[in-house]
């Protein structure tokens, strides 16, 4: 029997996170999308953030830059009866694994772009992970009350830089001062810009005018009522919009849930101005919930594991761990494990089965977090996030639980892939005496994600290299060394650029040692990588080894009981 109610919370439900290039205005976005979900007391909680931006250089501050995070790892809000997860991806300067992964808890993305700017390099980054993913992608582009580059010219780059298509649902009319408006392409209305001081903070409903009406032409006059300039940004407007309606890609549903198509917005996130109109549409064409697949052990007789989706409106509650955090209140050293809930109901003090564990735990400690201020949460449904205080420090990134009650059977999600660094480091510790803290410090912050551990073949555990996907990572792992496991350490930084897993036969790391500029390590589950110094030795090695394949995220390792 289905859960009385579990189709409507589904229904409601929409989970994403926004993916920018730092100062594109990710935290003004989230700002007002809170404003619009009347989650004010939240809002605080960004605006927090936003302050501390100031003080990203003094490391000093890190602690707190850590709390403020942690309190936006997720944003839930009510908008007309939906409830919104706005997922943290936290990364502005100190771009981490973090902010891949956050984006295996999300159905969808918001790619927020600076129209003066363009496609950046950070976007990039994070749109190949989404991409990678097929998720859903909405783009929208700000600040529209700036000097822009031409729409079009922005819209043909999603196409030439990403590689995907897209289809504009709402188009501007003109840009910086002569910033007019913008044309919704679905209700064929035009909503006017007001650079209203007082609109920036309110929710004053933009003025509206239908585009078939014959005087609309005369409002683009602007404030000076100039006609001359209204005639020529309704003639740039209606030769744009007949562009799109010719040589534009038609909108399509199924292809924009695919990660296929894009649909684009414009406005000014700081002038509270297209967000709402974005918000609404994306709250139409968003998805709900979606199915994920689940790994089963191998049916009796069979090598291969059973893989098939798991429906979120199924009877068996399951979810899967994407983010640990240790030490988040350090007067506990407690470890926070998030949890993104897949399918059933969610309540606290349910026994689920821990599937890599093989054995049944109790989640009694649900949390979510406002501002600094933990609260139990006592039930969630497909789509939401809870914070899981992990008091035997088992749980791993990756991780599933699921209800096996009634016979149902247990399974793993696919991983959560960990991705190849660009930055690698040797730390040197400065008292010997501290090894001990050292490593355990460095295993825990590395199952936290802040950086990956490769042991060297002839070493263990001895000297290991560490790779990061964000230079800035480094720091922030030095700083809580000290801070968390009072161990004084050193980083030099090593000038490999690329690292890869290799995978096929016949693999001979002593061929990748011997040269000045390739190294073979190993990784946390003993997978071979190549750690490259140049872009030349990486196709060098593609090129030379037909019979293995170099990846960017590590292979998946199953079936094997692993370390907590
Ligand atoms: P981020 O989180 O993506 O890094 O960006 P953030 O929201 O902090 O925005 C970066 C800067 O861009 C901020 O200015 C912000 O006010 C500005 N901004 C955001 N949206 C718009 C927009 O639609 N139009 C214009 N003109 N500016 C916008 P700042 O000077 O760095 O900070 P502040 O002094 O304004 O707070």
């Known amino acids: 029997m289905a859960i009385p109610g579990i189709e409507k919370e589904v229904a409601r439900r929409r989970t994403f996170a926004i993916i920018s290039h730092p100062d594109a205005g990710k935290t003004t976005l989230t700002e007002k999308l809170l404003l619009y979900g009347g989650a004010i007391h939240l809002a605080g909680a960004v605006k927090a953030k936003k302050n501390q931006k100031n003080t990203t250089s003094d490391w000093m501050e890190l602690e707190k830059q850590r709390g403020i995070s942690i309190s936006t790892s997720v944003l839930q809000f009510d908008y007309g009866g939906n409830q919104i997860n706005l997922l943290d991806t936290p990364g502005h300067k100190d771009f981490s694994e973090d902010t891949y992964r956050t984006l295996t808890a999300a159905d969808a993305a918001v790619m927020l772009i600076d129209a003066a700017k363009g496609v950046e390099p950070q976007t990039r980054k994070l749109f190949e992970v989404c991409r990678m993913r097929g998720l859903p992608i909405f783009t929208f582009i700000n600040k529209l009350d700036r000097p822009s580059r031409e729409p079009l010219d922005l819209i043909d780059e999603l196409e030439k830089v990403l590689g995907i298509r897209s289809t504009p649902l709402a188009w501007p009319i003109g840009t910086g001062d002569r910033f007019r408006g913008i044309y919704d392409r679905i209700s064929n209305e035009v909503l006017f810009f007001e650079s209203d001081r007082a609109n920036q903070s309110g929710r004053l409903e933009p003025k509206k005018i239908s585009a078939n009406d014959p005087d609309f032409w005369k409002i683009l006059g602007g404030a000076k009522n100039d006609l001359d300039e209204a005639k020529e940004l309704y003639e740039t407007f209606r030769s744009e919009n007949e562009l799109l309606e010719f040589a534009g890609d038609p909108f399509d549903h199924a292809q924009v849930l695919a990660g296929q198509l894009t649909p684009v917005f414009f406005g000014s996130a700081m002038n509270n101005f297209g967000v709402e109109r974005f ?18 052990p191998p049916a009796k007789g069979e090598s291969e594991p059973e893989k098939k989706p798991v429906e979120p409106t199924s009877d ?31 309540e606290r003090n349910m026994e689920v089965t821990h599937t890599r564990l093989e054995k049944k735990v109790k989640l009694s400690k649900p949390l979510t977090f406002f501002a600094q201020e933990r609260v139990i949460v006592d039930d969630a449904w497909p789509g939401d996030i809870v914070g899981m205080l992990d008091t035997t420090g088992e749980l791993r990134i990756g991780d599933t639980v699921c209800t096996t009650s009634g016979g149902a059977k247990a399974f793993e999600y696919q991983g959560v892939p960990r991705f190849s660094p660009e930055h690698f480091a040797q730390m040197i510790i400065r008292d010997p005496m501290k090894r001990k803290q050292l490593q355990k410090g460095l295993e825990q912050l590395a199952e936290e994600g802040v950086v990956q551990i490769y042991r060297q073949r002839d070493l263990g555990d001895k000297d290991p290299i560490l790779g990061a996907v964000g230079a800035l990572q480094f720091e922030v792992l030095q700083h809580r060394l000290q801070g968390e496991y009072g161990v004084d350490t050193k980083i030099e930084k090593l000038n490999f650029i690329h690292c890869r897993w290799v995978v096929g036969e016949g693999l001979n790391p002593d061929e990748f040692d011997r040269r000045e500029d390739t190294r073979c390590l190993l990784d946390r589950d003993g997978l071979p990588v190549i750690l490259f110094k140049s872009d030349w030795g990486l196709r060098w090695a593609t090129e030379n080894h037909k019979n293995l394949t170099f990846q960017t995220t590590a292979p998946e390792v199953r079936g094997t009981k692993k370390k907590g």
Not at 285 to 291: E, K, M
Not at 329 to 335: F, I, L
């Open 316 to 346: 068996q509650f399951s979810g899967f761990f994407f983010k640990i955090q240790a030490n988040m209140d350090p007067a506990h050293r407690d470890r926070v494990a998030f949890m993104r809930v897949c399918s059933g109901h969610f």
């Open 279 to 296: 918000l609404q549409r994306f709250i139409e064409l968003a998805p709900t919930p979606v199915p994920r697949i689940a790994v089963y």
